[in-house]
C-alpha cells in the first residue's frame, strides 16, 4: 500500500481532489533558485529596504550582503506550491494563514526547497460539496536549513489548543508547535502594531525555544500566550482586531 505522502505526490494536479489530501501526507515540491537580479527587482518595487534593494548598502548592513524580503521568500514559495501541491481543477483560493516566520535570511545563489504536509482535511459544514484543507509548508535553503515556516489560524471547528489568557482563555493552532519540533527551530513572536499616525511598527519579542513534551498545553504556547498578553497589555487600543481573531471566552 502507498503511502499518503506517496499516494498525492503520485497524483497529478490536474487530477488532485479533496479525498486526495490525505492528513499525513508530505509533499517535496522540488527546488527553486534566489537569483541576485530577482530579488533586487521585488525590493527595489515591494520591499525597498537597503538590505533587500542596494547591494551597496546591504554590504554594510546587518547581514554582511543582500538578502531577500522575507514575501519575495514568500512568492518563491507559492511558485512551487501552486505547482506542485493545489489541484489546478479543484482549488478554490484560501482565506488565508496566520502562522509565516522567516528564521533565517535568504540570499542571492541560494536553492530553496519546499515541503508542505497536510495538516488537516474535513467536509465543509455549510456547503458538502467542498472541503478544506489545511497545510503547514517549510522552505529549506541547499543546507537544509529552515528559512520559511508558515502555518494556518485556527478557525471555528478547527483543532487547537485553549490556553489562559486575561480572565479567560485563548484557543491557539498546534500546527507552529509541529513545525518547531519537525525543524528544530524556534517560534518567534513578531506583532505588527499601528501607531497613532497610521504607520505600522514591527515587534519582535526573544525566540521561544520548542521541546518535546507531554504536557497539554504545550509549554511553548504557553509562553506566546504571554507575549501576546503583554502587547495587548501595553497595546489595549489595539485588543478587538485580536479579539475575534482569537478569544474563546476572554474579556
Same mark, same amino acid.
Given at each position: 500500500?502507498?503511502?499518503?505522502?506517496?499516494?498525492?505526490?503520485?497524483?497529478?494536479?490536474?487530477?488532485? #481532489?479533496?479525498?486526495? #489530501?490525505?492528513?499525513?501526507?508530505?509533499?517535496?515540491?522540488?527546488?527553486?533558485?534566489?537569483?541576485?537580479?530577482?530579488?533586487?527587482?521585488?525590493?527595489? *518595487?515591494?520591499?525597498?529596504?537597503?538590505?533587500?534593494?542596494?547591494?551597496?548598502?546591504?554590504?554594510?548592513?546587518?547581514?554582511?550582503?543582500?538578502?531577500?524580503?522575507?514575501?519575495?521568500?514568500?512568492?518563491?514559495?507559492?511558485?512551487?506550491?501552486?505547482?506542485? #501541491?493545489?489541484?489546478?481543477?479543484?482549488?478554490?483560493?484560501?482565506?488565508?494563514?496566520?502562522?509565516?516566520?522567516?528564521? *533565517?535570511?535568504?540570499? =542571492?545563489?541560494? %536553492?530553496?526547497?519546499?515541503?508542505?504536509?497536510?495538516?488537516?482535511?474535513?467536509?465543509?459544514?455549510?456547503? =458538502?460539496?467542498?472541503?478544506?484543507?489545511?497545510?503547514?509548508?517549510?522552505?529549506?535553503?541547499?543546507?537544509?536549513?529552515?528559512?520559511?515556516? &508558515?502555518?494556518? *489560524?485556527?478557525?471555528?471547528? &478547527?483543532?487547537?489548543?485553549?490556553?489562559?489568557?486575561?480572565?479567560?482563555?485563548?484557543?491557539?493552532?498546534?500546527?507552529?508547535?509541529?513545525?518547531?519540533?519537525?525543524?528544530?527551530?524556534?517560534?518567534?513572536?513578531?506583532?505588527?502594531?499601528?501607531?497613532?499616525?497610521?504607520?505600522?511598527?514591527?515587534?519582535?519579542?526573544?525566540?521561544?525555544?520548542?521541546? =518535546?513534551?507531554?504536557?497539554?498545553?504545550?509549554?511553548?504556547?504557553?509562553? #506566546?500566550?504571554?507575549?501576546?498578553?503583554?502587547?495587548?497589555?501595553?497595546?489595549?487600543?489595539?485588543?478587538? %482586531?485580536?479579539?475575534?481573531?482569537?478569544?474563546?471566552?476572554?474579556?
Amino acid at each position: 500500500m502507498m503511502s499518503p505522502a506517496a499516494s498525492l505526490s503520485a497524483i497529478p494536479i490536474e487530477h488532485r #481532489y479533496f479525498e486526495d #489530501y490525505v492528513v499525513g501526507a508530505l509533499v517535496d515540491c522540488g527546488t527553486i533558485d534566489v537569483e541576485e537580479a530577482e530579488v533586487l527587482a521585488f525590493g527595489r *518595487r515591494f520591499d525597498p529596504q537597503p538590505f533587500h534593494s542596494d547591494p551597496d548598502a546591504a554590504a554594510k548592513g546587518p547581514f554582511g550582503g543582500l538578502i531577500a524580503s522575507g514575501w519575495h521568500t514568500a512568492s518563491l514559495m507559492m511558485r512551487l506550491f501552486v505547482q506542485r #501541491y493545489i489541484s489546478s481543477v479543484a482549488s478554490l483560493g484560501s482565506p488565508g494563514a496566520s502562522e509565516l516566520a522567516w528564521p *533565517r535570511p535568504v540570499q =542571492p545563489g541560494d %536553492v530553496l526547497r519546499v515541503v508542505i504536509s497536510v495538516i488537516e482535511a474535513r467536509r465543509s459544514r455549510s456547503k =458538502p460539496d467542498r472541503g478544506l484543507v489545511r497545510s503547514g509548508i517549510e522552505v529549506f535553503n541547499q543546507r537544509n536549513e529552515v528559512v520559511m515556516l &508558515q502555518a494556518d *489560524r485556527v478557525m471555528p471547528g &478547527q483543532k487547537g489548543e485553549k490556553v489562559p489568557f486575561l480572565r479567560g482563555h485563548l484557543m491557539l493552532p498546534t500546527g507552529p508547535i509541529k513545525l518547531a519540533l519537525a525543524s528544530g527551530s524556534p517560534i518567534i513572536p513578531i506583532f505588527t502594531l499601528r501607531t497613532a499616525d497610521g504607520r505600522v511598527r514591527i515587534r519582535v519579542e526573544e525566540p521561544i525555544e520548542v521541546l =518535546p513534551s507531554d504536557e497539554s498545553p504545550h509549554p511553548a504556547l504557553l509562553k #506566546y500566550a504571554e507575549a501576546l498578553e503583554r502587547q495587548v497589555g501595553e497595546n489595549p487600543e489595539q485588543w478587538l %482586531v485580536l479579539h475575534k481573531a482569537f478569544c474563546e471566552d476572554a474579556t
